[in-house]
């Protein structure tokens, strides 16, 4: 067996990873029945589905993707960012929350996180509004809610759309109403580590019939039969137009099929998700050297990450040297995220470091900490149990 870099043997025998999906017989039951059916794609399944998680969020409209990225390109498109308009999102969070504005030939600006939630500060949006602000991408950070209306109050009658990126935040309530309801636009994620899976996936909830169609056409290369969009009326049944240029974005049947499936076991995804994190935060506040995120009152949240700062004015090491002290005794850390315009990519674009302090000082100490339903009581105190040691170790 290995040494850990402290010496003797790690906590673990195996590495705990950060996340995890969680597939069960009734999952793999569903999607090979669909595999056997005759439409493995655009068949009766992926509207199911968009119905259950517009029902669940409280949305009229759900559209389903390939891909969260591919649903927030297509809210991007629906809500009529160009060339020349300004978005507003956070550094913190992955590549794709500004790419999508980028697909529309637009410009990412970043505003500066709260140094105590991780989430976009609404005072730094403030900041950043200006003529040629077309829309706002808030990001509910580890699936803490960002604060919708003081976003909504800071842009009301200013026709800036609100298209919140709730990768990370299905299940979440802010001020009791369950995120997806209450922005313009709202995405989820569906990848496997988020709260449920469809493997790939994503979807676009809203109340606003305009945006509906519009998400509806763009993922279908632009194309509608929708008779009431058509510009040649009674041709035939068969009949189709292209109305734009739009792109292959379709979630196939067997992908809703477990997304189905997925969300007959969502509540008790989310009640596990919160009995860990409330291990967690039991543990953590009593161990110097680490800060907790804190959650704002307003936000019920369903934790996708579980992300830990170091305070590193306390350790004799940086970030890098717990990191690869976690990793050898098989606590599978992670980082989330390198702030988005320290890319080669946006570096190239003209953007530059120290645009967002705050948020690069949480970059350089956060460590996302493993969290997934099938964890064991066992592997959870595995994980309390390694930082401690390493913490303590390191502290000065």
């Not at 809210?75 to 969070?93: K, N, S």
């Not at 008779?227 to 196939?252: C, P």
Request: aromatic residues 12%; hydrophobic residues 40%.
């Amino acid at each position: 067996m290995k040494l850990a870099i402290l010496g003797g043997v790690p906590i673990r025998n195996e590495l705990l990873p950060y996340a995890k999906q969680y597939i069960d017989n009734k999952d793999c039951f569903v999607v090979n029945e669909v595999l056997k059916s005759d439409f493995l794609t655009t068949g009766p399944k992926v509207k199911e589905f968009e119905e259950i998680i517009a029902n669940y969020v409280g949305a009229k409209y759900a559209v389903a993707f390939s891909n969260g990225t591919a649903a927030l390109h297509g809210a991007c498109y629906a809500a009529g960012i160009g060339t020349g308009d300004e978005v507003i999102t956070t550094p913190i969070t992955f590549a794709a929350s500004a790419n999508c504005v980028l697909y529309m030939g637009a410009t990412p600006i970043f505003a500066d996180i709260d140094e105590e939630t991780f989430n976009i500060d609404v005072a730094e949006i403030e900041k950043k509004v200006t003529n040629k602000t077309k829309a706002i991408i808030p990001v509910d950070y580890t699936g803490q809610a960002v604060d919708i209306d003081a976003i909504k109050d800071l842009v009301k009658g200013k026709g800036i759309v609100i298209i919140e990126d709730g990768a990370h935040s299905l299940g979440t309530k802010y001020k009791g109403a369950r995120v997806g309801s209450l922005a313009d636009m709202t995405m989820f994620s569906f990848h496997p580590v988020k709260t449920i899976t469809t493997g790939e996936g994503g979807i676009i909830t809203t109340n606003n019939e305009e945006y509906y169609r519009k998400l509806i056409y763009f993922r279908s290369h632009g194309i509608t039969r929708d008779i009431d969009q058509l510009e040649n009326k009674d041709v035939g049944d068969w009949y189709y137009e292209q109305l734009d240029l739009g792109f292959n974005y379709r979630m196939t049947d067997f992908q809703a099929s477990l997304g189905i499936s997925q969300m007959k076991k969502i509540d008790w995804f989310i009640e596990r998700r919160k009995e860990i994190v409330a291990r967690y935060n039991e543990a953590f506040k009593e161990l110097d050297g680490v800060i907790l995120q804190k959650n704002a009152d307003f936000s019920d949240t369903v934790n996708h990450l579980y992300v830990l700062k170091l305070d590193l004015d306390k350790l004799r090491v940086d970030r890098k040297e717990i990191f690869n002290a976690l990793i050898a005794e098989n606590i599978g850390v992670h980082v989330h995220y390198i702030p988005v315009y320290w890319h080669p990519y946006y570096q190239k674009l003209g953007y530059r470091k120290k645009l967002c302090l705050k948020g690069e000082e949480l970059y350089n100490a956060i460590l996302t900490v493993p969290l997934f339903p099938a964890m064991k009581d066992e592997d959870v105190e595995d994980v309390i149990n390694g930082f401690y040691k390493i913490i303590n170790y390191y502290r000065k």
